[in-house]
């Protein structure tokens, strides 16, 4: 197709040369070729414009138009093409739909990644693995025991000047206390049952 707008738009920088106006030129073009857009090119070759090729675009260049690419979506195309127009069509019609800012400067590439995600087997909820459960809520526990609180503002208050006494320090600590829970949590295969205190 590329070859087709370019002998379009030299047929068309003929017209202009020859005088014709862009409704005659529009005429003569859509009854060869069909519908196209030659109004903008038109405007270009009367203003003096020599060049038929697109000018350079600013941002990334076109890296996925190469020869190996394209021999290589070919591959894929002949291996398997039941799935190949239906698939681009529905996710083209999605970004265009969800997207419309990418849909409109043209600077999106399809990518898809079937790659599973990683995740570490655990308990679906253990306490004992969970930094606040083990080490920050025992924390506020012992500090606001055995205190009558007055309001619930009280409590929020005492609770606050608790968390603003931590140091760097003492997170440091929980988290090495959280990475020795979780590699033996993974050495026993994440039991359920297995306690690690």
Not at 54 to 60: A, E, L, S, T
Not at 64 to 87: G, L
Not at 98 to 117: T, V
């Amino acid at each position: 197709m590329p070859d087709e707008k370019i002998e379009q738009r030299i047929n068309l920088k003929f017209l202009v040369k020859l005088g014709k106006s862009a409704t005659k030129s529009f005429n003569l073009l859509t009854e060869v070729y069909g519908d196209s857009d030659h109004d903008h090119w038109h405007k270009r070759f009367r203003e003096g414009r020599e060049e038929v090729e697109d000018n350079q675009r600013v941002g990334r260049p076109c890296s996925s138009k190469t020869n190996d690419n394209i021999s290589k979506i070919n591959e894929i195309v002949q291996k398997d093409s039941r799935k190949d127009k239906d698939s681009l069509t529905t996710l083209r019609e999605r970004v265009r739909r969800k997207r419309p800012e990418l849909w409109e400067n043209d600077s999106w590439i399809f990518h898809q990644d079937n790659a599973p995600a990683h995740m570490l087997q655990h308990p679906p909820y253990s306490p004992d693995l969970a930094p606040c459960d083990f080490w920050l809520f025992p924390k506020l526990k012992s500090a606001l025991k055995d205190t009558h609180f007055e309001s619930v503002e009280a409590v929020k208050t005492k609770a606050t000047e608790v968390l603003k006494t931590l140091q760097k320090k003492d997170f440091q600590h929980c988290f090495n206390q959280w990475k020795i829970r979780m590699e033996r949590c993974v050495k026993h295969g994440g039991d359920e049952n297995l306690v690690i205190y």
